[in-house]
């Protein structure tokens, strides 16, 4: 079992910028991990993962703005957040795969989930 904390919500101005964290414990820090989020009435989407291989991937909707990184010795999965914008708000969600998928951008290909923390952009 993976244990998955997000942290570092809160509240921005358009423009401005907020870095997430996602600690892990429980099983080794899974290779494959990503962040995807919810806006209230919408489904889950991608916003960007590692894969196995340690490439990334990110939605085109966040490429430029935002960034994934890792720290392996502390098993901390981080998102960087640029240029935010108003639609940007949404409940932003850590996942991790046990194995290996090959599938990266959809939340069903996860199998651990962190509670969520809560990014509001204002205009």
């Known amino acids: 079992q993976v244990h998955l904390v997000e942290s570092g919500g809160g509240l921005v101005q358009a423009g401005g910028s907020l870095t997430l964290s996602c600690a892990a414990s429980?099983?080794?820090?899974?290779?494959?991990m990503g962040w995807f989020r919810q806006a209230p009435g919408k489904e889950r989407e991608f916003v960007a993962a590692f894969e196995w291989s340690g490439s990334t991937d990110y939605a085109d909707s966040v490429k430029g703005r935002f960034t994934i990184s890792r720290d392996n010795a502390k098993a901390t999965l981080y998102l960087h957040m640029n240029s935010l914008r108003p639609e940007d708000t949404a409940v932003y969600y850590c996942?991790?795969?046990?194995?290996?998928?090959?599938?990266?951008?959809?939340?069903?290909?996860?199998?651990?989930w962190g509670q969520g923390t809560q990014v509001t952009v204002s205009s």
């Open positions: 429980g099983r080794p820090f899974s290779n494959a």
């Open positions: 996942a991790a795969q046990k194995g290996f998928s090959g599938i990266y951008n959809f939340a069903r290909a996860y199998d651990y």
